[in-house]
């Protein structure tokens, strides 16, 4: 599918803040509000939007500790490896990728000792052959 500046635009706008109203996104756009809203449809159609989440706010995660756990996996376990972290609320991203791990999921826990224990946990899963973690001090840019 092409997608032209315009729809680049609105794609912004959306990941900013996906609740602003359809008559605000036309008004930033200069485009009415019907052309906006079949924008928006036509992109959901193919796939282009897939979903819609809530973002939580700083004040609310900040008590969390967050961190990035890198994970090696037996090759024909990392199915049921994937499976198994999907299980896990506390895994809130899970990227496959290239180089000496198979998988990065980034985990929220409340404390450092319930951060020891979910890696812990995730390092006993079957398929799992280890992990080395990092935990974040902070975020710098997110978009």
Request: net charge positive; aromatic share 2%.
């Amino acid at each position: 599918m092409t997608i032209d500046q315009t729809d680049r635009l609105l794609l912004v706008f959306l990941t900013e803040n996906a609740r602003a109203p359809v008559a605000e996104l036309g008004r930033k756009l200069g485009l009415s509000r019907t052309t906006v809203q079949s924008r928006i449809e036509r992109l959901e159609r193919r796939g282009v939007i897939a979903g819609y989440t809530a973002r939580l706010s700083d004040d609310h995660e900040k008590g969390l500790v967050k961190a990035h756990v890198l994970i090696t996996a037996m090759p024909k376990l990392a199915p049921k490896v994937e499976a198994e972290l999907r299980r896990i609320p506390e895994v809130r991203t899970l990227h496959s990728v290239s180089g000496h791990f198979d998988m990065i999921a980034i985990v929220v826990a409340p404390s450092i000792g319930e951060l020891d224990q979910l890696i812990d946990r995730i390092g006993g899963l079957e398929g799992v052959e280890r992990t080395m973690s990092s935990i974040i001090l902070s975020t710098r840019i997110e978009r």
